[in-house]
C-alpha cells in the first residue's frame, strides 16, 4: 500500500503556499528533476529565483559557503537589510561567525549529552501513551507528536512545565506563520509592516522576547545557570557576546524549531504506520531496526521543505549562469525522494541504509544543531508506541500545514487497538 500519492499536476506554483496544503507537489519536483533541475522560479511577492531539486546538486552546493551565503535571510521572502540584521538567528550567518556561535552550544546538543536524557524522554512517552491511547480514536498530532518535543524543550532549556502550552501556540504562531489555524497574522495576507522587525515577521516574536527577558532576569536572581540559555549568553573566544536583539531570536528560534522538526516527523512516522502495517510489526520485532528507522521517518518527514541561500559570485551550472546577488533555493523535499538516490522513494523502508537524506542539511556548517535530540526523541517515541499497539489505522483524512517552508500533518486522525 502507498503511503501517500502525490496529487499535483507537475506544474505546482512553488512560491504558493496553498500548493502545499495537501503536501509537497512531488510531481513537480520530479519533473523538475528530470527536466529543469536548475530552475528559475518566477515569484510575484518579492526577487525571483532558481530552484535546485537534485539531490547531488543540493549536497554540493550546502557545501559551498564561498559561494553560496546564509546571511541574507534563509526563507523565500525578501529583506531589506535592516529587517535582516533585525531578524536574523546563527542560522542567517556564514563561518566563521556562524562556527563562533555553534562553539557556544555544541556541547549542549552533542550526542553524548542528547543520550543521557534518553530515560527523561522515554519517561515522558509512556506518560503521553498511556494517556491516549485508551481513547483509541484521536488527533495523534495534537494527542502525540505535538506533545513530546513541547515537553522536552522545558527540559533541556530550563523552562518551567506551566508555560510551555503557551510557548509552543507562539513558536507555532512563528513558523507556521501562513496557516490561518496557527495564526491570525498570516504572512502572505499581510496589510500591515507593525512586524517587519521581528522574526518571523510576527507578533508572537514580540511576546516571546518580552518572555525570554523576564525568564533570565529570573534565573539571574535565583542564580540558575542550567540550559542551552545561559551558554548562548556566554562570552565567545574573542570576547564578544551576542546583543539582545540575537538572544530574542535565538529564543525564538529554539521555541520554534525545537518543537515543529520533531513533532512533524513523528506524524509523518505514525501516518506511515498507518498505510503500511508491516512497518508496525518490524518495529515490534526490534533489533537493528532501531539503528536506521529514526533516519527513514526523518526523511519522510522532511520538515524543512527548503531553505534559501545567496550568491556571493557568479556560478555556472547545467548551462546556465546563477549571477551575483541572485536567490537560489535548496528544495530538501525533492532532494529526499531523488529516485537516483533512494530506491523506491515512496515507501517507508525503515531498513534503509545507507539513508543519504539532507533533512538537517548534512555536509554544510548549518546542519541541524539539534538532530541528535530529534534522531532519540523520534526512536523512543517509536519504540514505546509499537509496544502497545496490536493495530493502528487511518480515522479520516490528514491534513497538511499551508506552508511552502514547514512540511507536517497538522490533523491525524487515528483508531489504535492496544495490544
Not at 506533545?147 to 533541556?156: E, T, V
Not at 502550552?165 to 507562539?170: A, G, I, R, T
Not at 513558523?175 to 517587519?196: C, G, M, Q, S, W
Request: charged share 25%; aromatic share 10%; proline share 5%.
Amino acid at each position: 500500500m502507498t503511503v501517500w500519492t502525490p496529487t499535483d499536476d507537475g506544474y505546482a506554483d512553488l512560491t504558493s503556499h496553498d500548493a502545499f496544503a495537501g503536501g509537497a507537489p512531488h510531481n513537480t519536483f520530479a519533473r523538475l528533476r528530470r527536466e529543469d533541475p536548475l530552475h528559475w522560479t518566477e515569484y510575484a511577492d518579492g526577487q525571483d529565483f532558481w530552484s535546485v531539486t537534485r539531490h547531488a546538486d543540493i549536497a554540493e552546493m550546502n557545501r559551498n559557503t564561498a559561494v553560496f551565503s546564509s546571511a541574507r535571510g534563509i526563507r523565500m521572502e525578501d529583506q531589506s537589510y535592516e529587517e535582516y540584521l533585525a531578524r536574523r538567528t546563527f542560522q542567517e550567518t556564514d563561518p566563521p561567525e556562524h562556527s563562533q556561535t555553534r562553539m557556544l552550544l555544541m556541547k549542549a546538543f552533542s550526542r553524548t549529552t542528547m543520550a543521557q536524557y534518553e530515560d527523561d524522554i522515554r519517561a515522558i512517552c509512556v506518560d503521553i501513551l498511556d494517556e491516549v491511547l485508551d481513547k483509541g480514536t484521536f488527533d495523534a498530532t495534537k494527542e502525540i507528536a505535538r506533545q513530546l518535543p513541547m515537553r522536552m524543550l522545558g527540559r533541556i532549556v530550563g523552562l518551567p512545565d506551566a508555560d510551555l502550552p503557551w510557548l509552543v501556540e507562539k513558536g507555532d504562531a512563528l513558523i507556521a506563520n501562513t496557516d490561518p489555524d496557527f495564526t491570525t497574522h498570516v504572512l502572505d495576507k499581510l496589510d500591515t509592516d507593525e512586524y517587519r522587525m521581528m522574526p518571523f515577521n510576527s507578533p508572537a516574536g514580540a511576546e516571546l522576547y518580552l518572555y525570554a527577558k523576564d525568564l533570565m532576569e529570573q534565573k539571574d536572581k535565583a542564580g540558575d545557570t542550567s540550559g542551552v540559555l545561559h551558554m548562548i549568553l556566554q562570552p565567545s573566544k574573542d570576547g564578544s557576546v551576542i546583543s539582545d536583539t540575537e538572544f530574542r531570536n535565538f529564543f525564538c528560534l529554539v521555541v520554534a524549531a525545537g518543537n515543529d522538526t520533531t513533532r512533524y516527523s513523528i506524524a509523518a512516522g505514525i501516518q506511515a504506520m498507518c498505510h503500511q502495517p508491516e512497518l508496525l510489526e518490524q518495529m515490534r520485532a526490534g533489533g537493528d531496526i532501531w539503528e536506521t528507522a529514526p533516519d527513514e521517518i526523518i526523511r519522510w518527514a522532511t520538515p524543512a521543505l527548503y531553505f534559501r541561500r545567496t550568491a556571493l559570485q557568479d556560478h555556472e551550472m547545467h548551462g546556465k549562469t546563477i549571477r551575483a546577488g541572485d536567490k537560489v533555493l535548496y528544495w530538501w523535499s525533492s532532494a529526499n525522494r531523488d529516485e537516483t538516490v533512494f530506491d523506491d522513494p515512496f515507501r517507508v523502508d525503515l531498513f534503509r541504509n545507507p539513508n543519504r537524506h539532507l533533512s538537517f542539511g548534512q555536509g554544510g556548517p548549518h546542519v541541524c544543531l539539534g538532530m541528535w535530540l530529534a534522531r532519540l526523541e523520534v526512536k523512543v517515541l517509536f519504540q514505546e508506541l509499537a509496544k502497545r499497539l496490536s493495530s493502528i489505522e487511518p480515522a479520516g483524512p490528514h491534513r497538511f500545514l499551508r506552508s511552502n517552508f514547514v512540511g507536517g500533518i497538522k490533523e491525524l486522525p487515528v483508531t489504535v487497538r492496544r495490544a
